[in-house]
């Protein structure tokens, strides 16, 4: 299904979202597509990013009320989400409730830390950043505002 499709599905049992903007992406480079089925199945409720990027590409953080079209790697739309709360927090600062909330691994802070040390710092090379324990992260929550009929 189409970003389009997904979205008109949508509207049409949710008018009032008729008129509101929404981004279509894709998660990061750690395992996106089991990102997404994480995502789809309500398990992952939360995700991060390093700030830096936000500043690189001048673009606006994630808001409250922001809708989402998550893709597959392949593009297809899978699901719709809605941030609720975001928060940028030094990454040694990063919540066990956040790590939880990601549903990646066994959902502990101590595994969340590992993964995204491991993941920022491949990732900010690209902008030529370095890593460190201090750099901001964006951290959202969401939740899922629509499943497609199948």
């Known amino acids: 299904m189409t970003t389009e499709e997904l979205w008109q599905q949508y509207i049409s049992i949710c008018p009032q979202a008729t008129d509101q903007p929404y981004e279509a992406w894709c998660f990061g480079s750690y395992n996106p597509d089991l990102l997404a089925q994480l995502t789809c199945s309500g398990t ?27 893709l597959a790697t392949g593009g297809e739309a899978l699901c719709i989400i809605k941030t609720t709360q975001v928060k940028v927090v030094p990454f040694c600062e990063v919540s066990e409730e956040q790590a939880y909330k990601e549903g990646e691994g066994d959902r502990s802070l101590a595994y969340w830390r590992e993964v995204h040390r491991a993941v920022f710092t491949e990732e900010l090379k690209e902008i030529g ?20 009929r199948l």
Do not use: D, R, W
């Open 129 to 148: 950043e370095i890593f460190s324990e201090e750099m901001l992260v964006v951290c959202e929550e969401f939740e899922v505002a629509f499943l497609p």
């Open 44 to 70: 992952k409720t939360a995700t991060a990013s390093a700030h830096p990027f936000y500043l690189y590409e001048n673009c606006p953080l994630p808001q409250p009320g922001n809708y989402s079209v998550i």
